[in-house]
Structure formats: structure tokens, C-alpha cells
């Protein structure tokens, strides 16, 4: 009996032993857990690198000028499984400028800003917002850690106040090289120039256009009411076939490049032709060109038809230059600015003149003052 009791005595003496080894090894295993280092990874240069990469962003799509008006850098971490990651994240505001030489519309750039930034960044994540008095592009930006965990690095939003009103300008009646084609070319304001067709300086004035950063259109000639006035080469009338029509639209686009639209010169007989204008405007929405109406005539039908075919177009409000007189010139502008404020779109027709020239550039500042933007007629057709 003695020696049973001490048998079970030294069991319990062995298992307490046992549990006290247990108790000691997941002492040790919690110990070393709690004592386990993170792998720490820093991203701070990859979030510098990016930083550069947005200031040339902003250069190469020209908003270098556009003022900061706020910049701000927060110090974040983020930890997943074993790893341990540390970046900045930036913040950035700025307010796109609307007037001036380096002015843009930026609900019109918008798009062209988001495709520049995908291109340059390997996330983005764009909003836009448009409120009553301001309109709002943010963009989201950052990269892939790791290969698959996205990290924010950068909010980017660009903000404008949309501007009273617009006006185009279209310049017609280049073609010829005349005096004040190089002056209203200088203007660093959008202007949309017209060019005739088969003139003997239409390819040279059309190539100087672009080189200026403006808007081309064709000034296409069409059949006045008056028989005895030529509209010259490249005319179309309203005793050709629609398929002459087309013919000879088709011939004057392709003389010229990079058009964007069509107005009419002359054409108080052919714009007051349905059919006419209808065959016109078959071509252009085949081409995805618009059409201003230059509204020679009372009884033009042409944005009417347009409007019916669902082609972009507009319609001249007035022409500028009736008396080339700089002094009137700058009187019918400003006048037509205030009109511009009540109707918030118009569009207005000049022509290559020395007078228009001095008279446009002259008066932008004042337009400007009124919160009158000028824009390029492709952003006023509907």
C-alpha cells in the first residue's frame, strides 16, 4: 500500500514537471511573436520621383502657370501581413487660370488632363464636379507596392471659376495673304480662322493657322443671290446635283488639313436651298466636321438643316467689321461682349483685316474684365 501511494506521488510529481515545460515553451513561443520585427519598407523616394513627374505633367500640358493654392505633405504607413510600408502623401490644389494668353476652359480640358496623367501615372482615379460657381477636377494618384497593393500617393485637384460668358471669333477670307494676316495671327487668344479654297495662299495661310495653335475651318464659297458676283473657285450652286455637291465639298476639304468645320462664303442663294444645304451637310457629319451658318441671309436655312441632322453648329450673330474702322470695330466688340453676358454663347464673324487685327487685340482685356472668354467656334457648335 506504502509503496502504491509512492508510485502515484512521483506520477504527479512527473506530470507537473511536464506541464511546467509546456508552460515554459509557449511562454518562449509567445515571447518570440510579440518580439517578431516587421519588414519595413519606405517609399518616400518613390513618392519624390512622382512628385517630379507631376511637375512635368503640369509643364507639358501647360498649366505650369497655374497657381498653387494649396500644398500640403502627410507622413503614412500602412501595414499588411509582414510588411511594414511608409510613404508621403501629397495634396495639391491649384486653380487653372481662364484669361490671359495661358487661359483654358477646364471643363473643355478636362479630358486632355486625365488621358496625360494616365499616361504618366500608374494609377489614377478621376472626379468631376460642377458646381454653381466652380468647376472641380480631382485626380487620385499613385502605384502598385509590392506589385499588388495600391498606395495613394497624391490628390491633385484643379479648380476654375467658369467665366460670364463666351465668344468666338471666326476671321474669314484667308486665302490671299492679305495685310493683317500675320498681326491677327500673333493674337494669343482662340480665334477660329476661315480659309478659302484653291486660293493662291489658302495651303501657306492654313499651314501658318496651325503653327499658331488656332482653329481651321473652310471657308466654303456658295452661290449669292446677285449673279453677276463670282464667289470664286470652289463654289458650289443651287444647280448642281446633290451628288455635284458633294463632289466638290469633298474636293475643297481635302485641299486643306486639319479642318475642324465649315462656314459659307457668300451663299444668300444656296444657304436659303434646303436641298443644297442638306447635301452640304450629309458630307460634314460623314467627316465629323460642324457647320456655322455665317447667316448671309435672312432666310438661311443652313443651321436649321444642321440642327435637324444632329450636326454641331452654330450661327453668327453679327459681323464685326462692316466699316473697317478700328475705333468701330472696338465699339461693335465691346457692345457685343455685353450682349454676350445676357445670351452667355455667341459667336461673331471678322475677316482678315489690319483694323480687325488691331482692334480684336486691342479690346481683349476689357472682354476679359466683363468675364467675356473667348473660345474656339468648336466649342460653342451644338
Given at each position: 500500500?506504502?509503496?502504491?501511494?509512492?508510485?502515484?506521488?512521483?506520477?504527479?510529481?512527473?506530470?507537473?514537471?511536464?506541464?511546467?515545460?509546456?508552460?515554459?515553451?509557449?511562454?518562449?513561443?509567445?515571447?518570440?511573436?510579440?518580439n517578431?520585427?516587421?519588414?519595413?519598407?519606405?517609399?518616400k523616394?518613390?513618392?519624390?520621383?512622382?512628385?517630379?513627374?507631376?511637375k512635368?505633367?503640369?509643364?507639358?500640358?501647360?498649366?505650369?502657370?497655374?497657381d498653387?493654392?494649396?500644398?500640403?505633405?502627410?507622413?503614412?504607413?500602412?501595414q499588411?501581413?509582414?510588411?511594414?510600408f511608409?510613404w508621403?502623401?501629397?495634396y495639391?490644389?491649384f486653380?487653372?487660370?481662364?484669361?490671359?494668353?495661358?487661359g483654358?476652359?477646364?471643363?473643355?480640358?478636362?479630358?486632355?488632363?486625365?488621358?496625360?496623367?494616365k499616361?504618366?501615372?500608374?494609377?489614377?482615379?478621376?472626379?468631376?464636379?460642377?458646381?454653381?460657381?466652380?468647376?472641380?477636377?480631382?485626380?487620385?494618384?499613385?502605384?502598385?507596392?509590392?506589385?499588388?497593393?495600391?498606395?495613394?500617393?497624391?490628390?491633385v485637384?484643379?479648380?476654375?471659376?467658369?467665366?460670364?460668358?463666351?465668344?468666338?471669333?471666326?476671321?474669314?477670307?484667308l486665302?490671299?495673304?492679305?495685310?493683317?494676316?500675320?498681326e491677327?495671327?500673333?493674337?494669343?487668344?482662340?480665334?477660329?480662322f476661315?480659309?478659302?479654297?484653291?486660293?493662291?495662299?489658302?495651303?501657306?495661310?492654313?499651314?501658318?493657322v496651325k503653327?499658331?495653335?488656332?482653329?481651321?475651318?473652310?471657308?466654303?464659297?456658295?452661290?449669292?443671290?446677285?449673279?453677276?458676283?463670282?464667289?470664286?473657285?470652289?463654289?458650289?450652286?443651287?444647280?448642281?446635283?446633290?451628288?455635284?455637291?458633294?463632289?466638290?465639298?469633298?474636293?475643297?476639304?481635302?485641299?486643306?488639313?486639319?479642318?475642324?468645320?465649315?462656314?459659307?462664303?457668300?451663299?444668300?442663294?444656296?444657304?436659303?436651298?434646303?436641298?443644297?444645304?442638306?447635301?452640304?451637310?450629309?458630307?460634314l457629319?460623314k467627316?465629323?466636321?460642324?457647320?456655322?451658318?455665317?447667316s448671309?441671309?435672312?432666310?438661311?436655312?443652313?443651321f436649321?438643316?444642321?440642327?435637324?441632322n444632329?450636326?454641331?453648329?452654330a450661327?453668327?450673330?453679327?459681323?464685326?467689321?462692316?466699316?473697317?474702322?478700328?475705333?468701330?470695330?472696338?465699339?461693335?466688340l465691346?457692345?457685343?461682349?455685353?450682349?454676350?453676358?445676357?445670351?452667355?454663347?455667341?459667336?461673331v464673324?471678322?475677316?482678315?483685316?489690319?483694323?480687325?487685327?488691331?482692334?480684336?487685340?486691342?479690346?481683349?482685356p476689357?472682354?476679359e474684365?466683363?468675364?467675356?472668354?473667348?473660345?474656339?467656334?468648336?466649342?460653342?457648335?451644338?
Amino acid at each position: 500500500m506504502k509503496s502504491k501511494k509512492i508510485g502515484i506521488l512521483l506520477i504527479c510529481i512527473l506530470l507537473s514537471m511536464v506541464l511546467l515545460s509546456c508552460s515554459k515553451e509557449s511562454e518562449e513561443t509567445m515571447s518570440n511573436k510579440n518580439n517578431h520585427k516587421l519588414i519595413k519598407v519606405n517609399y518616400k523616394g518613390v513618392v519624390a520621383n512622382l512628385e517630379e513627374q507631376l511637375k512635368k505633367s503640369l509643364s507639358q500640358l501647360g498649366l505650369a502657370r497655374a497657381d498653387s493654392l494649396e500644398h500640403k505633405r502627410k507622413a503614412k504607413k500602412k501595414q499588411v501581413t509582414d510588411y511594414l510600408f511608409t510613404w508621403d502623401y501629397n495634396y495639391h490644389k491649384f486653380e487653372v487660370p481662364l484669361f490671359g494668353p495661358h487661359g483654358k476652359l477646364l471643363s473643355d480640358y478636362k479630358e486632355e488632363i486625365i488621358a496625360k496623367f494616365k499616361d504618366d501615372f500608374p494609377i489614377v482615379k478621376a472626379n468631376w464636379r460642377i458646381k454653381e460657381q466652380e468647376r472641380i477636377l480631382t485626380l487620385e494618384l499613385g502605384f502598385l507596392a509590392q506589385s499588388d497593393l495600391e498606395l495613394l500617393t497624391h490628390k491633385v485637384t484643379f479648380v476654375q471659376q467658369p467665366p460670364a460668358a463666351k465668344m468666338a471669333i471666326v476671321i474669314d477670307d484667308l486665302g490671299f495673304n492679305r495685310k493683317g494676316t500675320e498681326e491677327i495671327l500673333k493674337i494669343k487668344r482662340p480665334l477660329t480662322f476661315a480659309v478659302l479654297p484653291h486660293r493662291p495662299f489658302s495651303k501657306v495661310d492654313a499651314k501658318l493657322v496651325k503653327e499658331a495653335g488656332q482653329e481651321l475651318i473652310l471657308h466654303q464659297p456658295l452661290e449669292p443671290l446677285n449673279p453677276k458676283v463670282n464667289p470664286g473657285a470652289g463654289a458650289i450652286n443651287s444647280t448642281m446635283t446633290n451628288k455635284e455637291i458633294k463632289s466638290v465639298l469633298k474636293g475643297n476639304l481635302a485641299n486643306l488639313p486639319q479642318l475642324q468645320g465649315i462656314n459659307n462664303h457668300m451663299g444668300s442663294k444656296a444657304t436659303a436651298n434646303p436641298r443644297v444645304m442638306k447635301a452640304i451637310i450629309e458630307v460634314l457629319k460623314k467627316k465629323g466636321l460642324y457647320y456655322v451658318d455665317s447667316s448671309t441671309a435672312h432666310n438661311s436655312v443652313g443651321f436649321e438643316v444642321a440642327q435637324k441632322n444632329n450636326l454641331p453648329t452654330a450661327a453668327n450673330y453679327l459681323f464685326i467689321d462692316n466699316i473697317d474702322k478700328k475705333k468701330e470695330i472696338k465699339e461693335m466688340l465691346l457692345t457685343l461682349g455685353k450682349i454676350a453676358l445676357k445670351e452667355k454663347e455667341m459667336v461673331v464673324i471678322g475677316h482678315v483685316r489690319e483694323n480687325t487685327a488691331l482692334a480684336i487685340k486691342e479690346v481683349i482685356p476689357k472682354l476679359e474684365k466683363m468675364g467675356v472668354k473667348l473660345v474656339f467656334a468648336s466649342q460653342l457648335v451644338q
